[in-house]
């Protein structure tokens, strides 16, 4: 449990203010506290002793984490890692809330993921170029086994092995950083070579942690494959299709130029205003803050409404989840799809 | 009164939504962007209309509270630091555009409404708001005309005091006044509206701004040039304006501001140069490339100079501007702590004071990395230091006295387009004189008759 910030990251803040337009729960309040230098003001209150830690326990829970102002901040205030170690400080103990405890008793066990890859058809364990392998994120295994099956099928070189446990972002957003930060060099260790991912949200923690060059993730990895693809017909006409954004593949790794590549080639590609925003589900926040989350994600089901899309492609199963529950809340028609899947559907794979 | 006097009784007179008293919300707004200045309010209350801000007003001006009204808090002179507690006013619920007129090129706006998004909507109208203060993103144009913000255009275009005609503003009796209005010429009455703009919240809060646009411009085409250093870059600004040409920018960053500015945008800019000239103008597309081409050649005829280059297109050219309203917190890349200044000067002696900058670096050990609005004369010396460094604390507080100073010897100002606030406080008397200074502290006497308006600034 850490106790003290990292000063010399938070001397990198001038509180010039150029993140508050970038923010999501600034643009929802208006208010100071609820932006990231607000939240700076407060984390360096606390780490002067002006302000009790536990203080900053709504503020670290109300931030989407989706880092949105690290892009447009010219001081370089890696604010990602200072929320981390904000919710380090305060989500302890009690204050950690019981769903964040619940997903880490599910990938922590053995059992646990056990349980999450029951019965779910994610893709099957095989060997083959011994470099390169696909992790399988331990809540997209169950929730879209999908995603990895066609991963498998478009990329036979790809290894499949089913001894790996959970990446650690879960762990390193929620209040364990160092936890998290253990778990992905073991993954590492478990995975040798290039780790193959189809969650932004894992390979920007993983990234993080054991080096870029160890991470590709699916769009940045096909891109480099320069496999032509077939556009994908509805009706006579092309799909009309649009992305959804991860936010920490987009604005931790910046990668974002990578899946519109790919969805030029396979239909009529339509930028919703807000696809670089977050969708709100950011991790474990669409459960945590429900209400925060719909307000957070409204103005982006309106904006897909409005294209007529036919596919939404996400590239981080978070977002699949948000836009899945909210677009049938909303009866909007457009089917959600990871970006891998859509490709394997071009390829009739 | 007591704190907790204080927020029951506001909660009484505003209800529950327009006042918050908690440690986390009081912490927030206990600075804004300026370095070392902090203090707590007791309260902060977040008015949505006209008729709250006259309330919250009377009732400061009746209990005697200290109220600063406070838009993004991105100004550079700690003007809205509450250092005598009391309470803060957030404007940044009112932030609606109540009107864009076409026909009359004017808007009016309530004072939350940002620089960036009000210049995004009349864009529309092939309008456009003409200052742009690095902050453009985040400032509101309440702060704005608080502080007279200046910009990039300041050259060709003036400031902001040269774009607001009319306003309703709040004295510090809770009264509401209007001054100006729609029109080009009324010369009705004192000029209230001069006066108000640019006095930093401590003779009336803004409830309402009448701005004048101006027809967004057709083209605009931009270059760089490089230089040995900011003197020989001067030196070529000079040359233009000599020669008869008035463009819309003349910005330079010397290679320290140039270095941090490339590391945070990657333009691919030459990093090896001792400075670097943004040269360019907007208009119709013809006159422009007349002007951009001749500003281009005067600068690679200049001494010192060491190449010119000019940007491919519209895109790249915004790049380069927004490289260059980034330079102060690209800076803050460098050490734990960067002090801005923003001194103006004659343009004829910018040379000069530009040398002298590196000498007071140079002399007392310190890294000074300088920018500025070139055509203006208007220079911002960011001294970057360790702050946990006592000799290097100790020596910038020596060499920002001396740079202080320095523009007076030239008929130069201490402030350009930042303002007094707190920061510069002490430095106003040497600038502007004892009478004058007793002048300003009747004025806002008149203005504010409880002294309760940002207390501690101007006309103190």
């Known amino acids: ?349 | 009164m007591s704190a907790s006097d204080l927020v029951a009784q506001l909660t009484a007179l505003l209800g529950i939504e327009v006042v918050r008293s908690d440690a986390v919300s009081l912490q927030a707004y206990s600075r804004d962007a300026t370095p070392m200045f902090e203090g707590l309010p007791e309260v902060i209350v977040a008015p949505r209309n006209t008729a709250e801000v006259s309330k919250i007003v009377k009732f400061a001006h009746d209990t005697k509270t200290p109220i600063i009204a406070r838009g993004a808090g991105s100004n550079l002179c700690a003007a809205t630091v509450p250092l005598n507690g009391g309470i803060v006013m957030s404007m940044t619920n009112m932030n609606k555009v109540l009107e864009v007129s076409k026909s009359e090129m004017i808007a009016i706006v309530q004072p939350g409404v940002t620089n960036l998004d009000l210049d995004q909507l009349v864009e529309k109208e092939g309008l456009r708001f003409i200052p742009d203060p690095g902050s453009r993103n985040v400032s509101t144009i309440g702060g704005n005309v608080a502080t007279s913000a200046g910009g990039l255009r300041g050259l060709k275009y003036g400031t902001t005091r040269n774009y607001i005609l009319g306003l309703e503003a709040v004295l510090g009796t809770g009264e509401i006044i209007r001054t100006g209005g729609r029109l080009v010429k009324d010369v009705a009455g004192y000029d209230v509206t001069r006066l108000l703009v640019g006095s930093e919240g401590t003779l009336a809060v803004f409830t309402e701004i009448t701005v004048a646009l101006a027809p967004r411009p057709a083209s605009s085409k931009y270059g760089v040039a490089y230089f040995d250093d900011l003197a020989a870059a001067a030196g070529a600004v000079e040359k233009i304006i000599t020669a008869g040409i008035l463009p819309a920018t003349l910005e330079f960053l010397d290679n320290t501001c140039l270095t941090a500015v490339e590391d945070f945008a990657h333009l691919g800019l030459d990093t090896k140069a001792g400075a670097l000239l943004i040269f360019g103008d907007d208009g119709d597309a013809i006159s422009i490339e007349q002007t951009v081409s001749s500003m281009s050649e005067i600068a690679k005829s200049s001494a010192g100079c060491r190449g010119v280059t000019l940007a491919a297109d519209v895109a790249e050219a915004e790049e380069l501007l927004y490289a260059r309203r980034c330079s102060l917190p690209a800076l803050a890349r460098l050490s734990s702590l960067s002090i801005l200044e923003d001194i103006a000067v004659p343009r004829k002696a910018m040379a000069e004071v530009v040398n002298r900058i590196g000498d007071i670096g140079k002399k007392h050990g310190l890294r000074i990395g300088t920018f500025g609005h070139a055509g203006d004369g208007n220079l911002h010396p960011t001294i970057v230091l360790d702050k946990d460094d006592p000799r290097e604390v100790a020596a910038a507080e020596a060499a920002l006295a001396e740079i202080f100073a320095l523009p007076l010897e030239f008929g130069g100002s201490i402030t350009g387009e930042h303002g007094v606030g707190s920061a510069k406080l002490p430095y106003l008397e040497a600038k502007i004189g004892p009478a004058n200074m007793q002048l300003q502290r009747s004025i806002k006497k008149v203005f504010d008759p409880a002294c309760i308006l940002n207390p501690g600034r101007i006309g103190s």
Request: with cysteine.
């Open chain 1, 1 to 349: 449990m850490r106790e003290k910030f990292s000063q010399d990251k938070l001397d990198r803040c001038i509180s010039c203010g150029y993140c508050l337009p970038a923010c999501p729960t600034y643009k929802l309040t208006g208010n100071e506290e609820s932006s990231p230098r607000g939240r700076i003001t407060l984390m360096r209150a606390v780490q002067n002793d002006k302000l009790p830690a536990l203080d900053l326990l709504q503020e670290s829970s109300f931030c989407l984490g989706c880092r949105a102002c690290e892009p447009v901040c010219p001081a370089g205030v890696e604010y990602g890692v200072l929320l981390e170690e904000m919710r380090d400080i305060t989500w302890q103990g009690k204050n950690r809330p019981l769903i964040i405890r619940g997903l880490f008793f599910i990938v922590d066990t053995k059992i646990g993921m056990w349980t999450l890859g029951l019965f779910s058809p994610f893709a099957k364990q095989r060997e083959a170029n011994k470099d390169l392998h696909l992790m399988y994120g331990c809540f997209e295994r169950r929730l879209f086994p999908a995603v990895s099956r066609a991963v498998a099928k478009l990329a036979p070189e790809v290894s499949c092995s089913s001894d790996q446990g959970c990446c650690g972002a879960l762990h390193a957003h929620n209040g364990e950083l160092e936890k998290g930060k253990e778990m992905a060099k073991a993954l590492g260790g478990k995975l040798p070579g290039t780790i193959l991912t189809t969650a932004g949200g894992c390979a920007a923690h993983l990234a993080s942690v054991i080096g870029g060059e160890r991470v590709q993730e699916f769009s940045q990895w096909w891109v480099k494959r320069e496999v032509e693809l077939k556009p994908i017909e509805k009706k006579g006409r092309k799909i009309r299709v649009g992305l959804q954004d991860s936010c920490h593949l987009r604005n931790g790794m910046g990668v974002f130029a990578q899946p519109r590549e790919i969805l030029k080639q396979l239909g009529e590609y339509l930028e919703i205003p807000g696809a670089a925003d977050c969708c709100g589900a950011a991790g474990s926040y669409a459960l945590l803050q429900k209400k925060n989350s719909r307000k957070v994600v409204s103005q982006k089901i309106a904006e897909i409404k409005a294209l007529n899309l036919d596919y939404i492609a996400t590239v981080n199963p978070g977002c699949t989840r948000q836009l899945v529950t909210e677009l049938r809340r909303a009866r909007v028609k457009t089917k959600v799809i990871h970006l891998a899947e859509l490709v394997a559907i071009s390829q009739n794979k």
